[in-house]
């Protein structure tokens, strides 16, 4: 499974903006960059996920690196719920059915009021 | 998004007894389904993969014959702990993939907190 390193934890103030980064400089042609997030005593919440062009959606906005060796997920203004553990995953997508999701240690965001 | 749920939410047994845990799609129809398994202050570990109508398939190091899975319809997928010992206590979560969409998305249930005395 291809790799991914992110920062243990971050910290951001209420109403503003957190750049929360990840790094795969083993992802493959096919891997799918993914991002979930947990919060305390939940299961893991599907936030976005992207192949090579830059995703927006409701919850977040995906900035993928141009040599796709890293990422960014972009929160526009965190909120006292946004707080969780942020978890990067890649996945293989041209291995459809056999490929599963393997979770790092992910970064905890601790929010700010 | 898809919702997947988790029966119980919570269960404290005694050891030695069996604890069944049941997985829902709720509004989509899951081929595979995944079971986790999460420590205190740890991230998830994946367990096993759950395919309807065929045998689960176990990660290394998990006992299938400790952990039972059963995946008889494309909407549930049961866990029993045989035997649970006080070190099978932990946080168990469900995820169901939802193949409708042109990409493959994997939803997650709420969990289920274990605790064997």
């Known amino acids: 499974d291809a790799k991914t390193t992110q920062p243990n934890s971050m910290e951001s103030n209420e ?13 493959s042609g096919t891997d799918y960059i993914h991002w979930y997030r947990q919060l305390p005593s939940q ?3 599907y936030v976005i996920h992207g192949l090579t062009s830059n995703v927006n ?15 960014t997920l972009i929160l526009h203004r965190a909120t006292l719920r946004d707080a969780a553990v942020y978890y ?13 999701l393997f979770f790092g240690t992910g970064t905890r965001l601790t929010v700010i009021p | 998004g898809a919702v997947v749920s988790q029966h119980p939410s919570w269960v404290i047994c005694k050891s030695g007894t069996s604890v069944k845990i049941e997985c829902r799609s709720l509004d989509f129809q899951a081929t595979t389904m995944f ?9 998830l570990m994946l367990m096993a993969t759950s395919n309807e109508g ?5 990660e290394q190091g998990v006992e299938k014959d400790k ?3 059963n995946h008889a319809s494309l909407t549930l997928s049961t866990l029993t702990v045989t035997s649970a ?16 969409g042109i990409q493959e998305t994997q939803y997650f249930g709420p969990g289920t907190r274990l605790l064997v005395l």
């Not at chain 1, 503003?16 to 790094?23: A, R």
């Not at chain 1, 293989?92 to 490929?99: C, F, K, R, S, V």
Request: hydrophobic content about 30%; some cysteine.
């Open chain 1, 57 to 71: 959606n409701r919850m977040a906005s995906l900035a993928i690196a141009e040599d796709r060796k890293s990422s």
């Open chain 1, 43 to 45: 299961g893991p919440e």
């Open chain 1, 15 to 27: 109403e503003e903006p957190v750049h929360l980064p990840c790094n795969h400089s083993t992802i």
């Open chain 2, 85 to 100: 010992h006080p070190e099978d206590s932990s946080f168990y979560i469900c995820s169901a993939r939802d193949l409708t």
């Open chain 1, 88 to 100: 990067c995953i890649l996945r293989d997508e041209g291995q459809t059915g056999a490929n599963n």
């Open chain 2, 67 to 69: 952990f039972l899975i």
């Open chain 2, 35 to 43: 079971w986790y398994r999460q420590f205190p202050k740890q991230s």
């Open chain 2, 54 to 58: 065929s045998k689960a398939t176990y």
